[in-house]
């Protein structure tokens, strides 16, 4: 993957932060799909915490659990506009304050719009640090396997580690078939394929 990057559009920290919240058990192609409307029509956290329930979803309601997204992003705007001047801070404690961010999206908002040492785990991450072997069976919460790759992965890279390892489960180890005959990392994986 030799260009490592969020498939997610975003122009800043905001925007990031609400595309994240939007694509959890969803795809990015589609969060790519409603957000322009949305930034239109919100681009601060100020004008959305000011948004109606049902003025968010008119704009979502194609992404999964419309209904709940539509409340933690008003939610997390108030927040921001309550507690951080309308500013996503640049503090992954603080994220996982606000509604709808967990710790994964704390991670993606801190590795991917701050630039800051962060390895968020999600379901392909998951995956795949599994397969590899980068990971213990033992690991079986997404902390757990966070502190596995952190422990062996220098830090400068972590934010970057977590794209290879996102991508290469989103496009190659797939979680039912995956494409091990055309895998470059093949020749040393531990679950790789027999056939």
Same mark, same amino acid.
């Given at each position: 993957?030799?260009?490592?990057?969020?498939?997610?559009?975003?122009?800043?920290?905001?925007?990031?932060?609400?595309?994240?919240?939007?694509?959890?058990?969803?795809?990015?192609?589609?969060?790519?799909?409603?957000?322009?409307?949305?930034?239109?029509?919100?681009?601060?956290?100020?004008?959305?915490?000011?948004?109606?329930?049902?003025?968010?979803?008119?704009?979502?309601?194609?992404?999964?659990?419309?209904?709940?997204?539509?409340?933690?992003?008003?939610?997390?705007?108030?927040?921001?506009?309550?507690?951080?001047?309308?500013?996503?801070?640049?503090?992954?404690?603080?994220?996982?304050?606000?509604? #709808?961010?967990?710790? %994964? !999206? &704390?991670?993606?908002?801190? *590795? @991917?719009?701050?630039?800051?040492? $962060?390895?968020?785990?999600?379901?392909?991450?998951?995956?795949?640090?599994?397969?590899? #072997?980068?990971?213990? %069976? !033992? &690991?079986?919460?997404?902390? *757990? @396997?966070?502190?596995?790759?952190? $422990?062996?992965?220098?830090?400068?890279?972590?934010?970057?580690?977590?794209?290879?390892?996102?991508?290469?489960?989103?496009?190659?180890?797939?979680?039912?078939?995956?494409?091990?005959?055309?895998?470059?990392?093949?020749?040393?994986?531990?679950?790789?394929?027999?056939?």
């Amino acid at each position: 993957m030799p260009i490592a990057e969020s498939e997610l559009h975003y122009n800043n920290p905001f925007e990031l932060i609400v595309a994240v919240v939007l694509s959890a058990q969803c795809t990015d192609k589609r969060v790519n799909q409603v957000t322009p409307a949305l930034f239109k029509a919100y681009p601060t956290a100020q004008l959305l915490a000011q948004a109606s329930l049902d003025d968010v979803l008119f704009y979502i309601q194609s992404v999964s659990y419309p209904n709940n997204k539509a409340k933690h992003l008003i939610g997390l705007a108030q927040k921001l506009q309550q507690d951080f001047n309308g500013e996503v801070p640049a503090n992954l404690d603080q994220l996982q304050t606000l509604p #709808g961010v967990g710790r %994964k !999206t &704390a991670s993606v908002v801190m *590795a @991917v719009a701050f630039q800051q040492p $962060a390895m968020p785990v999600d379901t392909h991450v998951f995956r795949v640090a599994h397969r590899l #072997g980068l990971a213990p %069976k !033992t &690991a079986t919460t997404p902390l *757990a @396997v966070e502190r596995a790759l952190t $422990a062996n992965i220098p830090k400068a890279e972590w934010g970057v580690a977590h794209h290879w390892l996102l991508l290469h489960g989103r496009y190659v180890c797939i979680a039912r078939s995956p494409k091990c005959a055309t895998c470059g990392l093949w020749a040393i994986c531990p679950s790789k394929s027999k056939k």
